[in-house]
């Protein structure tokens, strides 16, 4: 976050686009203070980029596992109004973790992160060496698979209990194969699984 100071808001915003290198379209900032008075005018707001929140994510990321010892490199890049970071790491595995858990609790350490600084949430998506996106074809393949059983046998297919955002590529993957399939998702926390169901 960066704070600009000028005689009114207009001008603030006009020269924090000026020095950040973006239009106002661009620009997401709060008036914190506006005063005027019959001898003075100023104006202070307070504004981020998405570049600076990508910047903000690469370097929390990079010291954060940096600190556990591990050398890192990230890359960042926002897509359909979500940001993602891809991490490489010297151990992928260990901060993987089974099943992906430790990779999900950084996530939603670095999520929380960006939230507190930027006071806004966004939708923020790690990954590491590739984990999630080798993850999700495997998940969209077993539900093409279940899904034509389905179709075939008109009996409902339960799921073992996955995390949200596989939960998602199922429902996705589903949607895709026509009218007479759906999805349900049942349960709580962790126990929370999906339901593959024939429709007439």
Do not use: W
């Amino acid at each position: 976050m960066k704070r600009y100071t000028a005689r009114t808001v207009q001008d603030a915003v006009n020269t924090a686009c000026q020095e950040l290198g973006v239009t106002i379209d661009e620009l997401n900032y709060e008036v914190i203070s506006e005063t005027k008075t019959l001898f003075t005018k100023k104006a202070e707001i307070e504004c981020y980029t998405i570049p600076m929140i990508q910047e903000y994510i690469e370097s929390y990321i990079r010291r954060f596992i940096g600190n556990m010892g591990f050398e890192v490199e990230t890359v960042s890049y926002l897509q359909d109004g979500r940001i993602y970071c891809n991490i490489n790491t010297s151990n992928n595995s260990i901060l993987i973790g089974k099943a992906g858990v430790i990779l999900r609790a950084i996530n939603f350490i670095v999520k929380n992160a960006v939230s507190n600084t930027f006071k806004k949430r966004f939708e923020i998506s790690l990954d590491i060496n590739g984990y999630k996106e080798n993850r999700y074809r495997k998940v969209s393949a077993m539900a093409k698979r279940l899904g034509k059983q389905v179709l075939r046998t008109k009996i409902d297919v339960k799921l073992d209990p996955l995390p949200a955002d596989e939960r998602k590529v199922i429902h996705q993957t589903i949607s895709e194969m026509g009218p007479h399939l759906k999805t349900e998702s049942q349960g709580e926390g962790k126990g929370r699984f999906t339901t593959i169901s024939y429709v007439d």
